[in-house]
């Protein structure tokens, strides 16, 4: 694969402003908007509050300080707050109580109708038909073919220094590189792509910019995918203008805009984030680093227990359809449901010692990635590039270790959560 720009060049394109538009970084007003300057760690408050009660009502602005991005979305509706991993388990699993269709009035707004706010059947239906473009052997050829060579790229660039800031360098760009030639964009495009899709995410704290990056994102989709139909190539585009659903319909030019939307953010930044938490549990615990050094079986156990143990994406949301219960506890219709993946995966009733990193812990299963019908359709994809990312840094940089010269990373942060540099050296 030929790349016609520097790493530093591209994330040096992501981060300058636009004309116009000096002093403004989207990726910092986001990380701002997601609690990352006021919440360094949630989980003490998590354990707090699910010790009362597995059901809490009311804004989380109550126990964090702060108005959360759940508590703007919800306008005003009641809120209750699922904090057990039973009770965010039987919500999850439960669509036609809790729907998702309370997403149309925030993320649908911008990203268009897509699988995130469809409730069953419309969502089994699409879900179905996108799942061929995230099947294990349609992976299999992301890993060989891009994932690979964008990692390689990124790790080129700084494999002979023998010190790096790893979120920057190689974390932060690699998920959104690899997204964008699955697409078949033009690399010079990534940049502004990249800007405006993480613009788009963070509509709830900067509406006026979200809708700016939505008609601007559809404006330069809507081309691609119409060049598509005329001529299909070997992208994900070109596998959805060509995919029919069971009655025999394709998707709409709207549809396939909508899911490239919904992509971009919702692939890149939590796998980004999720990449950079495993290596601060990792290098934090070198016992557990060299025994997966020594044994390459425990990658997935440590990328599992990366997700439980600090999933990048901490809560979801669903709307209560008819007046119900969750553990025990009234939930009234027309409410509001956060649901704390983050508590979920620390229940002490669940894992022993949840705070602790431990990749040799009994195997359970975890909320990270949702459960029932809205499971994250990107979990292949997702695990297999937090595999290869360990792997290549694990061939490539031989002593891998903190610096001890630079501040020690923390992951921060109420919605999303990662830490901002992750600086490390290596024998050269």
Known sequence: ??????????????????????????????????????????????????????????????????????????????????YSYTGVESVLRDGETFSSSGYAESMGEVMGHTILEMD?????????LLQHAFSRREMDRWENDIVNPVVDHYIDAFAARGRADLVPEL?????????????????????????????????????????????????????????????PQDDLFSILVKA?????????????????????????????????????????????????????SLINAAIEETLRWETPLTGITRMC???????????AAGSFVDVSLGSANHDPSRWESPDRFDIFRQKKVSMSFGAGPHLCLGINLARMEMRVVLERLLD?????????DAESPEIVGLGFRSPASLNVMWDV
């Open 120 to 128: 069953e059947p419309e969502h089994g239906q699409y879900r179905a």
């Open 396 to 404: 490539r940089l031989p002593g891998l270790r903190f610096d001890p």
């Open 1 to 82: 694969m030929k790349f016609t720009m520097t790493p530093a060049e591209t994330l040096a394109a992501a981060r300058a402003p636009e004309p116009g538009d000096e002093g403004y970084d989207p990726f910092e007003a986001f990380d701002v908007g997601q609690g990352a300057e006021a919440v360094a760690d949630p989980y003490p408050i998590f354990t707090e509050v699910l010790a009362e009660c597995p059901v809490h009502h009311g804004s989380m602005e109550d126990w964090f300080g702060i108005e959360s991005v759940s508590d703007v979305i919800a306008a005003g509706r009641p809120i209750a707050n699922i």
């Open 244 to 296: 029919e659903l069971e009655d025999g319909k394709r998707l709409t030019d709207d549809e396939i805009i909508g899911f490239g939307r919904l992509l971009l953010p919702t692939g890149a930044e939590t796998t980004y984030r999720a990449s950079s938490n495993m290596m601060v549990g990792l290098l934090s615990n070198p016992d557990q680093f060299e025994a997966v050094r020594a044994d390459r």
């Open 321 to 331: 359809m008819t007046d119900s219960e969750v553990e025990g506890e009234a939930v």
């Open 171 to 231: 974390m932060f760009m690699f998920p959104v590189h690899v997204i964008a030639i699955a697409l078949g964009l033009p690399e010079a495009d990534l940049p502004v792509f990249y800007r405006k899709t993480v613009e788009l995410i963070n509509m709830a704290k900067g509406p006026e910019r979200g809708y700016v990056a939505s008609k601007w994102l559809y404006d330069y989709l809507e081309p691609v995918v119409k060049e598509r139909r005329a001529n």
